[in-house]
């Protein structure tokens, strides 16, 4: 004979079980949204990354324009002091030279300008196709969060009652109850309520189960096919 609160200590120890399983569930989804943020976010990133690289590269050529502007600057004040031909001609072959690189420069700017554009009307396309949906997603993922922090305060009602349950309980009762989990793959006690076995599916004959009904006393009464202690829902 079991104890009716061992039935009991089952039904919070399978609805524990199935807490367990439901914040697993919800966890499981709440990292793949994160992942899927994550990446839509890395690439919004990534273009922001390579427009403000090019951007960077932009200012470093006008930079250089600025710093060959005040080298010719200098230049063209040392030429008035020039102190011979030789040197004359050599002041003007470096200005000539800082002039040429401006130039070449101002060229490359007009490219790297063009793909400055580029690159910006590209970020803010993807930006602006992926806020939406990385909004949405966010908004997911705060309630997943949410309801997995419920289910989190439910696991802990459940133990704290599975613990109270135990503590009413002689460790004789408790170690034969372990002992016929593991026997009977964790259900103990089977419900007959649809007129059949809830542990090993067999259905009684109509005999058979008016039979176990009118001697059914919970933690008493077994199945006679698999050995379950037997007992029916109201």
Known sequence: MLKKELLNLQYKEIELLRLKT???????????????FQ??????????????????????????IKYKQERIAELKKQKESARNREEFKKILRAIAKNEDDIIKTKQQITGIETEVEALKNAYLKVKEQFELKLNKLQEKINELEKEANTYEKKINKVLLEIKEIKSSLSEEDLKKFEQMKEKFNGLVFADISTGACEGCGITYSSAEYRELLSKLKAGETKCPYCGRFIYRKK
Do not use: C, G, M, T
């Open 39 to 64: 990446k839509i976010n890395n690439n919004i990133e990534s273009a922001r990354v390579k427009l403000d690289e090019k951007k960077k590269y932009l200012q470093e050529l006008n930079d250089f």
């Open 22 to 36: 439901k914040k697993k569930e919800v966890e499981r989804e709440k990292e793949k949204l994160e992942k899927e």
